[in-house]
């Protein structure tokens, strides 16, 4: 197990690197250079200012050079400054993370339960109504966009088109202070649009492991339906849902892009979205390293867990 840490941990620290290092020159392209000096300046610079402004701010020195420096100084701590905000780098990444954070826990919270329950029920009786009842729900939710099911969201149960108006509460003073009225809409988006996709692949291992020969055998021996559920198939089908839902981690962390702008609140998302209108290279850079991070932390959690969650699974060291 030793082994197989420190070879995925090298792989990741590669892979790292390699991302990194691309965003980092998509960033600094000519256009988005000279783009940045005139926002930083004046937008009525001639080229030849505009040239001037980046050799003195030190643009001009090889690619390599600079991202090695900028590597150097993101491992010591040092984010530089935001060029929006006119902050810290560290601290804006810090302050909308923690937002984002809240919101990804309680759409994990809703989300998983919801989405093992169905894909439990609808592979337990494979082919029947139930199945594809179920299944249906599970492909509808995954098909439907979160800008749409948002707005749709929005209009039944928060504007006065429809009447109901029982989440009135606005997503932006969730930031401030989470409440029922505040924070279920973009939740129930997010959970909706997600658990597709672990219902589908929870129902697919159920569905397997009802067919497998112990359970044949239990309800030979005349073990209750129930019992062979709850105590044989009900722990292995569980297993590969368990890449499923590790994978949720990042999908949320740039999936909240899209949810964040709708609903007004101004997490990772919403800060990913300025940084990239605003032209801002050092945010930009943060924003690309965490997400980056968190896929690959997350593939190496799911890896080693799966190993563990099932032991026919054996890691040459």
Request: overall charge positive; charged content about 15%.
């Amino acid at each position: 197990m030793l082994g197989f840490f420190l070879r995925r941990f090298g792989v990741m620290v590669l892979t790292a690197m390699c991302l990194t290092l691309i965003v980092f020159s998509l960033v600094n392209l000519q256009p988005n250079l000279e783009k940045l000096a005139k926002e930083q300046n004046n937008m009525r610079m001639t080229d030849q200012q505009v040239t001037i402004w980046l050799q003195e701010e030190g643009f001009d020195r090889p690619l390599l050079t600079r991202y090695a420096e900028w590597a150097g100084n993101f491992v010591t701590g040092d984010l530089g400054d935001s060029t929006r905000f006119r902050k810290p780098v560290s601290e804006i990444v810090g302050e909308r993370l923690y937002l984002t954070g809240k919101l990804m826990f309680w759409v994990m919270v809703v989300m998983v339960p919801s989405a093992l329950l169905v894909g439990v029920l609808a592979g337990m009786r494979e082919g029947s109504f139930q199945d594809r009842s179920l299944s249906t729900f599970a492909i509808a939710t995954t098909a439907t966009p979160e800008y749409v099911s948002g707005v749709v969201f929005t209009v039944i149960f928060s504007s006065k088109l429809v009447g109901l108006q029982w989440f009135s509460g606005s997503a932006s003073k969730a930031m401030d202070g989470i409440t029922f009225y505040n924070f279920t809409l973009p939740v129930m988006t997010m959970a909706i649009y997600g658990m597709g996709y672990i219902a589908r692949m929870t129902r697919a291992s159920m569905a397997e492991v009802m067919t497998a020969q112990y359970i044949r055998t239990a309800r030979l021996k005349g073990v209750s339906f129930r019992s062979i559920v709850v105590k044989h198939a009900l722990r292995n089908a569980l297993i590969a849902p368990f890449t499923v839902i590790m994978l949720q981690f990042p999908w949320l962390l740039t999936g909240v892009v899209i949810v964040e702008n709708l609903f007004n609140y101004k997490g990772f998302g919403w800060l990913l979205v300025e940084a990239a209108g605003n032209n801002d290279i050092e945010l930009l850079l943060s924003c690309s390293v965490v997400a980056v991070a968190v896929v690959l932390i997350t593939q190496l959690i799911s890896d080693i867990g799966y190993v563990y969650l099932n032991p026919r699974i054996r890691v040459k060291s």
